[in-house]
């Protein structure tokens, strides 16, 4: 991708050409020496280099991938983590993720998945000598270059003879892909635990699905620690293999010099897919994609929760407390490789709501009179997971999976122009934007695929699917909706324009006003001025503190902004400016519930 305004143009003494990918910690640039050798250089967003504990640990990780050194791994060539922006330079290595290879072409079979767990084996033998566990091995930290593998990313890595930067109680990792371990005791992290990650990776290799896959990374936590992987699809020797790596007790796991061995025994030739039994679903080719998210979210929700889209952290994600069956522990997950589709069933029956009493009725040609939420009141953003409203809270947004809460003005929020990272399989492909080489275009920082809204015919297929889930938030009690990813066109200019997003949002917000629903716009200041033909009657803002935006979006929906900010200084400042007028609340930046570990909920 092409650099943007705004970015880095060189760093260290390396030219940088184009974007290579991004997250909420940093970006990834393709970089080139004076002497024209390609490096792919991570330079940190400047908000991070100010926090201590994260450059701790970007230090921590160049430390250890400068340990590393191997065939199957990308060597740092070099770094600076004590600069004004901390950066490190890497090996550029061609190549798309395992993640996105399985979801563009399918799951891996024969001498491909061969090659593929013999290079990791010798990829973790060389990070394991160096005496650095990785913690993190999933298929987005793969790259498959032409001649194997290469496992990258040492975020979150550690020296085993080093106390881990994790503090108690919580965890770095991406659940599906993590060791019943690294969430019982994550100080005691060995080499075994990357084992149990690459048998979780081999198993998404070979089939395009998790052997632990729960609806909220709680229950996937839960099933790692306690339940038997899914190796449905998994054939021999492939699957006695991905047992004995996922096997609960570290010391039950193959160490990696019999791990060789063992992926030796696997065939260099395809097997053919065992035909399902009468009645069984067929899993599509690619089964559900990962990534990084997180980080989605490794997307952390109580589902992945759908955060704004600045400055966010990739690697870790909303940290949660699990308590089930009596097991309490946390996850920090990254905002990617978990997740669950707005097409979820939903928790609980449709719970009777207040009506809010919003003022006024609703825009749009055509809709049912419509209650707008009242203004300068205090609200609450629960988007990453319900529970019960604090004090004085008259308007809250929750996720479209949750139950509205009784006597509130009820927001219902849910993904509306990009497919949920678990559910790009749920449409057509067809549906899925692409550029111009034919591969899908994603929010990397998601691991999201972008919906192709570019036809009219296509908004129209879209918008049918959204809407059902509209329908849902009105059986639910829900008051209003919050169709989020409204700005997706600003993130990818070259293939989308405003003009598509807006008269997309226009079928969206004509059937909420027909079921009596209001409709808000969801951060896109440049947008604003035309929320009235489009048919948005109030705005859900975040960060418009940090970013000096609260007056635009005020003047633009008549002081009726609902605002949530994810710093100190955020929050400062649009209460300065504004906290007599608008509905203000600071939440932390994975939107936790209440009782769970990191959460933060503070208003003017």
Known sequence: MPLRPGDVESIGGYTLTDRLGSGGMGIVYLGRSASGRQVAVKVVHPPYAQDDEFRTRFRQEVAAARQVSGAFTAPVVDADPDAEQPWMATLYVPGRTLSEVVAEDGPLGGRALR?????????????HRAGVVHRDLKPSNVLMAEDGPRVIDFGVSHAVDNEALTVTGRLIGTPPFMSPEQFASPREVTAASDVFSLGSVLVYAATGTRPFDGSSPYLTGYQVMYEAPALDGVAEPLRSITERCLAKDPAERPDLAELHSLVLTLPEAPEPPDSPEPGEPVESAAGSPASDAPDAPDAPDGRPARQGRRGRRLLIGVGAVLVVAGLSFMVLTATGETGQSPSGSGAGAGAGAGTGAGAGTGSGSGSAAVSLPPKHVRWDYQIGGAYT????????????????????????????????????????????????????????????????????????????????????????GYQAVEPDNYDTFTRFPDQLTADQAKAFMKLLSAHAHAKGLAVAQKNTLELAPDRTSVGLDFAVVEECGEWDECGDFAKAFDNNVFVVEYTAKGLANACEGWGGELSIVRRDQNVVPEGTSGYLDETC
């Open 115 to 127: 090659t593929l767990a013999l290079g990791l084996v010798e990829a973790l033998r060389d990070i």
């Open 389 to 476: 409203l604090p004090a004085g809270v008259r308007v809250v947004s929750r996720s479209y999976e949750d139950p509205a809460a009784p006597g509130a003005y009820n927001i219902c929020n849910f993904n509306a122009l990009q497919a949920q990272e678990d559910a790009e399989d749920d449409w057509d492909s067809d549906l899925l934007l692409r550029d111009a080489a034919g591969k899908i275009v994603r929010d990397e920082d998601w691991n999201e695929a972008v919906l192709d809204i570019r036809t009219a015919a296509k908004r129209q297929r879209i918008a049918a699917r959204v809407n059902s889930w509209i329908d849902e938030c009105a059986a639910k």
